[in-house]
Each structure stands twice: as C-alpha cells, then as structure tokens.
C-alpha cells in the first residue's frame, strides 16, 4: 500500500506455514551439505561486491520503490541506498581479513581461533528502513558463511523481494538465502521458533521482541534484538539557539519520528527552555508534509492508519495527562493530503516524567520537553526510561558534552550531533533497548561462532597416567 494515498501498489502472495518451512529446510540444506560455508571468505565476498554494485546501479528504482511503500521523502530513501551499498561494501572488504586468526604459543600445540558461521539465522525486520535493515543483517551473515531466512515486515515487503530479485544470478548456491513474506505472529513466530534455525536476528518493538526471545528458548537459539527507544537529547544554554532547534528538528522528525534512536525527548536547561520551545514549535509547523515522491516534501505520511491511530492516542494521552500541547497533535488531511496517513509535527512540553509521553516510545513526529537546571538533574531524566538506545548532548563546551555523552546510559551518544553512523559503527542498545550490537565487526562476530582448533604436528606420548 502507498501511505501517502493509501492506495493499493500491488499485491504480494502471504507465505503459510508450510512455506516458511520449505524457506527453513532449503537454509538448512544449504548450510549442512551446501559449499557456502566452506567457500573462500574473498569469494564470498566477490558475491557481496557484486550485488553492491547491482543496488548502486538500480538505485533511484529501489529509493522509488521505498518511498511509495514505506512513504518517506525521496531523499531519505535515496540516503538509505547509499548506507546500503557502503554496508555490503564494508562487510566484503572487512570479513576475509577478520575470521581465522592462529596464536602461537611455544612448546605447544598450534592453536588457532576460527570464526565459524552460526548456521541457518532468521532475520527479522521492521517496516522503518525496510531495504536497510535486511542489509544490515543479511552483509554480515553472509560474509560470515551463515544462511538466510529473510522476513520483511509485510507493511513494507517490496524491496526486500528485490533484492532478492538482485541476488538471482550472482553466483550464490541455492538456498542460502531465502525471503518469506508474512506476518510478525505467523511467519516471524514460526522463524523465531523454529528447530532448524541456529540464530534469529530481530529489529522490531519491545514487545515482538519478548515474543521472539521466549519462542527462541526451544531450541537456545542465538538471539540478538535491537529494539525500540525513547532517546534524550540534553540541550545546554550555551548552545545556539538556532543551531540547538535545527538540530533537534532532525533528531526527533526525520522519517516522520519513525526512527528507532529518534531524539524524541529535549531536556533543556532553564534559561534556554522558554526561547527553545518557542523556536522548536515554530520551525515544526513550517516542514513541509506531504507525498514523499515530491521534491518539495521534507517529511512524509506515517506507514499506515493503524501507526497513526497508535500515534494520535499518544498525542491524546499526553494532552489528559497535563502536557501542553505547543503545536500539532491532529492528521493532516485537506487536497492531496487527503487520503493518506498525514500527521502533524507535534511538540508537547510541561512533561513530567512519569507522563506516558515520557516513558513510551511514540514512533512518529511527536517531541517531548522537559527542564532542568543542574547536570545531575539533566542526567537522572535522561536515564530516567526503560530505553538506552541512544542519545545526545548539545553544548558547546565539549568536556561537558562528552561527560554527560559517557554517562548517558545508551549504545548510541552523539555530541552536538544527531542520526550520523556508518557499516563500520556498532549499533544497539542497553536496557530494554535490545541485546547485542549490529555492524561493525561487533556485528560480523555475532554472526559467528569461535571454535579453538589445536593442531599438534609431533604427537607423541605424554604418560600422564601410567602406561
Ligand atoms: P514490530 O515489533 O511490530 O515488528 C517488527 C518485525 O517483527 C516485523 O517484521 C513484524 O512482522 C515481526 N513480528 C511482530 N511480532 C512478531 C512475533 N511475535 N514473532 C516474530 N516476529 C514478529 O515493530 P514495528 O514493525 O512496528 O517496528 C517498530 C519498532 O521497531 C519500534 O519499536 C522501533 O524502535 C523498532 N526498531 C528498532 C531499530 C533498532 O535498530 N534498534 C531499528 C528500527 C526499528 P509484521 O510487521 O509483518 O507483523
């Protein structure tokens, strides 16, 4: 479906359970008598050379694509591609030269430590950065020699099946990787629980990824999950104002708030406050929302009615619980906005802490404000939620930047910054933001089992029990 009309795109079949299945059983095939695993590093990383090389060339037709299904403006998508044609060409550069290491030591055995692949990894994604997200998980896994059970999410399963299109003649066996189109609680549970699956690799909410952590449990499948956040931004006076508010428009509105280290939360410090918001309402109310294939858009609809009716009962939450409502908080729905799942940048302050608005992550262009006066203060709000995927700190005395980026309790921190990362960057949470790190060779290792191999070139007796 297109968000921004809410016009249907085109039809994609639902895979049953059977079908899961058979995408299982051929990963498995592949992993146990396939030559995938046992094939060279370097020559699997040719295969990921080759297919960054078909994304770049197909690139406006997959930013197309992302738009129309996902909705955001062109230019985020067109972002997205360039992150994914960098991770696939980091993982094919970086892989060969990180998984065999030896460590000789004298007078014994010659050791080495081998990096393994896990095995059949079911990955898992959410319907924000669709073709991303897959990259991310799928460049690693396969430098690693794993195979692969992709599940989009079905709001957002388009560009994912082309990129397996994209994967169709490189030189890649069959079965090692696989694309099964269905829902979270069919399809995803069935992955996440399934005997012949070695590892399930997730990025969705909190609540899917309970879900998967306990289906998980059967058979001790490796889990990694990288979940939700609710990430502060601490604003400090000495900061500009005006850099401090452009900043903050793109932490907490890009892709329409739906960003899982979306800066949604601005603890700003007193004598900033009152110009801070001011300043903040005004800009929100002059982007420019519409389709995202338009040039003009600066930002898009939101994925769907259901995302938005989440959204708005979170607006409307906060407005019962005494947060004011400083600019937004309703659909957009006048001329060609008409049919699509529009919503207003929306900034609430007056929060208090324990406020719903506070604590929950919203997932669209909703802000929150809080106050503070002294840096303890600014730190026991910031940490004060059951998220620490990320955050930041606008100053512009570094060493405060950086002292209160070091005591923020997140994976993610930025000073004086906002959303920049790389391939080569870990990325994840602490808290109930998730378990384990993507990217980076943080995120090759987890696609690996270490096996020490010792290796003794002149056996001989050792008597240690009496011959
Ligand atoms: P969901 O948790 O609803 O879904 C995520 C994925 O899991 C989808 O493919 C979904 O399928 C599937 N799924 C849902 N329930 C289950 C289940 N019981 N078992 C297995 N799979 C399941 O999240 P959203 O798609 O709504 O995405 C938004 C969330 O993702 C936000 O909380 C956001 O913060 C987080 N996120 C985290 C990121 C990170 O890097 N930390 C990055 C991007 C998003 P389907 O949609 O087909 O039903």
Same mark, same amino acid.
């Given at each position: 479906m297109d968000p921004a009309t809410g016009d249907p795109l085109c039809t994609v079949s639902e895979c049953g359970p059977d079908q899961v299945e058979q995408a299982v059983r051929a990963a498995r095939r592949a992993f146990d008598h396939g030559p995938w695993p046992r094939t060279p590093a370097v020559r699997r990383a040719g295969v990921l050379f080759a297919l960054a090389e078909r994304l770049e060339a197909w690139a406006d037709h997959l930013a197309r694509v992302e738009t129309l299904n996902q909705g955001k403006p062109l230019r985020e998508s067109r972002a997205d591609l360039e992150e994914v044609v960098a991770c696939l060409r980091y993982y094919a550069g970086m892989a060969p030269r990180r998984l065999a290491r030896t460590a000789p030591r004298p007078g014994a055995p010659l050791a080495s430590v081998l990096r393994e692949p896990v095995g059949v990894c079911a990955l898992i994604t959410a319907w924000n950065y669709p073709l991303l997200l897959a990259v991310w998980k799928l460049a690693p896994a396969l430098a690693a020699g794993n195979t692969c059970v992709l599940k989009p999410s079905e709001l957002t399963?388009?560009?994912?099946?082309l990129l397996a299109e994209a994967l169709q003649d490189l030189d890649l066996p069959p079965g090692v990787v696989n694309v099964v189109i269905g829902d979270g609680p069919g399809a995803g549970r069935a992955l996440a629980a399934s005997p012949r699956v070695d590892k399930v690799s997730f990025t969705g909410g909190a609540a899917a990824g309970r879900q998967v952590a306990l289906a998980a449990l059967g058979n001790l499948k490796r889990v990694a999950l990288e979940l939700g956040g609710k990430s502060p931004v601490v604003v400090?006076?000495?900061?500009? !104002? =005006? $850099?401090?508010?452009?900043?903050?428009?793109?932490?907490?509105y890009c892709n329409a708030g739906q960003v899982c280290s979306a800066g949604s939360r601005f603890i700003v410090q007193a004598d900033l406050h009152d110009a801070f918001v001011r300043r903040l309402a005004e800009r929100a109310r002059r982007i420019v929302v519409g389709p995202g294939l338009d040039p003009a858009t600066e930002m898009g609809p939101l994925v769907g009615a259901r995302q938005r009716s989440r959204v708005l009962d979170a607006v409307r939450a906060g407005v019962r619980e005494g947060a004011r !409502? =400083? $600019?937004?908080?309703?659909?957009l729905g006048g001329g060609r906005l008409a049919r699509g799942f529009y919503l207003e940048p929306t900034l609430f302050s007056n929060c208090r802490p324990a406020m719903r608005v506070v604590q929950e992550e919203i997932f669209g262009p909703v802000a929150v404000v809080q106050k503070f006066t002294t840096e303890e203060e600014a730190l026991d709000l910031a940490n004060g939620t059951p998220y620490g995927l990320a955050g930041a700190v606008f100053s512009r005395d570094l060493a405060r930047g950086v002292r209160v980026a070091r005591a923020l309790r997140a994976g993610v921190a930025w000073v004086n910054g906002y959303h920049t990362t790389g391939p080569e960057l870990p990325w994840g949470g602490c808290k109930q933001s998730g378990w384990g790190r993507e990217l980076g060779t943080f995120g090759l290792d987890a696609c690996t089992e270490i096996k020490q191999?010792?290796?003794?070139l002149e056996p001989a007796p050792i008597r240690w029990f009496k011959p």
């Amino acid at each position: 479906m297109d968000p921004a009309t809410g016009d249907p795109l085109c039809t994609v079949s639902e895979c049953g359970p059977d079908q899961v299945e058979q995408a299982v059983r051929a990963a498995r095939r592949a992993f146990d008598h396939g030559p995938w695993p046992r094939t060279p590093a370097v020559r699997r990383a040719g295969v990921l050379f080759a297919l960054a090389e078909r994304l770049e060339a197909w690139a406006d037709h997959l930013a197309r694509v992302e738009t129309l299904n996902q909705g955001k403006p062109l230019r985020e998508s067109r972002a997205d591609l360039e992150e994914v044609v960098a991770c696939l060409r980091y993982y094919a550069g970086m892989a060969p030269r990180r998984l065999a290491r030896t460590a000789p030591r004298p007078g014994a055995p010659l050791a080495s430590v081998l990096r393994e692949p896990v095995g059949v990894c079911a990955l898992i994604t959410a319907w924000n950065y669709p073709l991303l997200l897959a990259v991310w998980k799928l460049a690693p896994a396969l430098a690693a020699g794993n195979t692969c059970v992709l599940k989009p999410s079905e709001l957002t399963p388009l560009t994912s099946l082309l990129l397996a299109e994209a994967l169709q003649d490189l030189d890649l066996p069959p079965g090692v990787v696989n694309v099964v189109i269905g829902d979270g609680p069919g399809a995803g549970r069935a992955l996440a629980a399934s005997p012949r699956v070695d590892k399930v690799s997730f990025t969705g909410g909190a609540a899917a990824g309970r879900q998967v952590a306990l289906a998980a449990l059967g058979n001790l499948k490796r889990v990694a999950l990288e979940l939700g956040g609710k990430s502060p931004v601490v604003v400090f006076s000495d900061q500009d !104002l =005006e $850099t401090a508010v452009d900043l903050a428009l793109y932490a907490v509105y890009c892709n329409a708030g739906q960003v899982c280290s979306a800066g949604s939360r601005f603890i700003v410090q007193a004598d900033l406050h009152d110009a801070f918001v001011r300043r903040l309402a005004e800009r929100a109310r002059r982007i420019v929302v519409g389709p995202g294939l338009d040039p003009a858009t600066e930002m898009g609809p939101l994925v769907g009615a259901r995302q938005r009716s989440r959204v708005l009962d979170a607006v409307r939450a906060g407005v019962r619980e005494g947060a004011r !409502l =400083e $600019t937004g908080g309703a659909p957009l729905g006048g001329g060609r906005l008409a049919r699509g799942f529009y919503l207003e940048p929306t900034l609430f302050s007056n929060c208090r802490p324990a406020m719903r608005v506070v604590q929950e992550e919203i997932f669209g262009p909703v802000a929150v404000v809080q106050k503070f006066t002294t840096e303890e203060e600014a730190l026991d709000l910031a940490n004060g939620t059951p998220y620490g995927l990320a955050g930041a700190v606008f100053s512009r005395d570094l060493a405060r930047g950086v002292r209160v980026a070091r005591a923020l309790r997140a994976g993610v921190a930025w000073v004086n910054g906002y959303h920049t990362t790389g391939p080569e960057l870990p990325w994840g949470g602490c808290k109930q933001s998730g378990w384990g790190r993507e990217l980076g060779t943080f995120g090759l290792d987890a696609c690996t089992e270490i096996k020490q191999l010792n290796l003794t070139l002149e056996p001989a007796p050792i008597r240690w029990f009496k011959p």
